[in-house]
């Protein structure tokens, strides 16, 4: 199984600054046919199911705020929050779609500093 | 719009059963593959089962092997989860999710609690 592993467990910014969150893989989950990293990102407020943020690693889902921006390849991949906004305090996953099982990172809590 | 609703989710005792189901609408069910996405109290997000859209291609993550069958009726638009011999490891949010790489539409879950 792919083990995804999410740095840091937690990080508070203030509103309106950066917030990065890393995910890194046990192996690559970039699929050398079509040249796409299998990577999608979700962020999971309190109460509600997950929401799809990202795919393809770099992909934002339809309605998702240009402040939401993902990157990375292989190994390697990077969930950037350009400008914190309240309401985007939440709980963050990376999951691979390489391989299955689909597993996913532990997660990342942003809040407010 | 896109509608997951599960239902089913219960106490149950150790050792027991329970089946929960998902109404879809809002797309052409039958043409998707589906996912049972699961999450302990407090705890990430953990794969559980998926089914390809005509139910010949299935496969269910090594904890729940032989205790867990996903199905599906594409004619009732539901996908459902057969829970047997069930542990408390069990206990967790059962989402309803569309899709079998990344997952872009969600239910708002069903708790199942195992304990006695």
């Known amino acids: 199984d792919i083990v995804m592993t999410q740095s840091p467990d937690s990080l508070a910014v203030s509103l309106g600054e950066r917030a990065t969150i890393n995910c890194m893989s046990s192996?690559?989950?970039?699929?050398?046919?079509?040249?796409?990293?299998?990577l999608a990102w979700y962020q999971q407020k309190p109460g509600q199911p997950p929401k799809l943020l990202i795919y393809w690693a770099s992909t934002r889902e339809s309605g998702v705020p240009d402040r939401f921006s993902g990157s990375g390849s292989g190994t390697d991949f990077t969930l950037t929050i350009s400008s914190l906004q309240a309401e985007d305090v939440a709980v963050y996953y990376c999951?691979?779609?390489?391989?299955?099982?689909?597993?996913f990172g532990q997660g990342t809590k942003v809040e407010i500093k | 719009e896109v509608q997951l609703v599960e239902s089913g989710g219960d106490l149950v005792q150790p050792g027991g059963s329970l089946r929960l189901s998902c109404a879809a609408s809002?797309?052409?069910?039958?043409?998707?593959?589906m996912t049972w996405v699961r999450q302990a109290p407090g705890k990430g997000l953990e794969w559980v089962a998926n089914?390809?859209?005509?139910?010949?291609?299935?496969h269910s993550v090594d904890s729940v092997k032989g205790r867990f069958t996903i199905s599906r009726d594409n004619a009732k638009n539901s996908l459902y989860l057969q829970m047997n011999s069930l542990r408390a490891e069990d206990t967790a949010v059962y989402y309803c999710v569309r899709g079998v790489t990344y997952f872009d539409y969600w239910g708002q879950g069903t708790l199942v609690t195992v304990s006695s």
């Open positions: 809002g797309f052409t069910f039958s043409s998707y593959w």
């Open positions: 999951q691979q779609y390489y391989s299955t099982p689909r597993t």
């Open positions: 192996q690559s989950v970039l699929y050398s046919s079509s040249n796409k990293n299998q």
């Open positions: 089914m390809r859209q005509d139910g010949g291609e299935k």
